[in-house]
């Protein structure tokens, strides 16, 4: 149900999101695993980082669209 608002906006603005999905997702975990907070083993919910990425992505595309012309 992400993907679709992604996909209507565009293409590149669905893989923008999802790769800022897995980008923040992952940064979390470094974090978390830097201070100690978590183990590798630990299960870090994924559906935050899903909407964070789409709205950034959205944002993303919006604010690139007058530069681009569209």
């Given at each position: 149900m992400v993907g679709l608002p992604l996909a209507w906006v565009?293409?590149?603005?669905?893989?923008?999101?999802v790769l800022l999905a897995?980008?923040?997702g992952g940064l979390?975990?470094?974090?978390l695993l830097a201070t100690r907070?978590?183990?590798r083993k630990t299960a870090v919910?994924?559906?935050p980082f899903m909407l964070a990425?789409?709205?950034l992505a959205i944002v993303?595309?919006?604010l690139a669209a007058p530069a681009v012309g569209v």
């Open positions: 565009g293409w590149g603005t669905l893989a923008t999101g897995f980008l923040l979390w975990s470094v974090g907070r978590a183990h919910a994924f559906g990425g789409a709205l993303l595309a919006t």
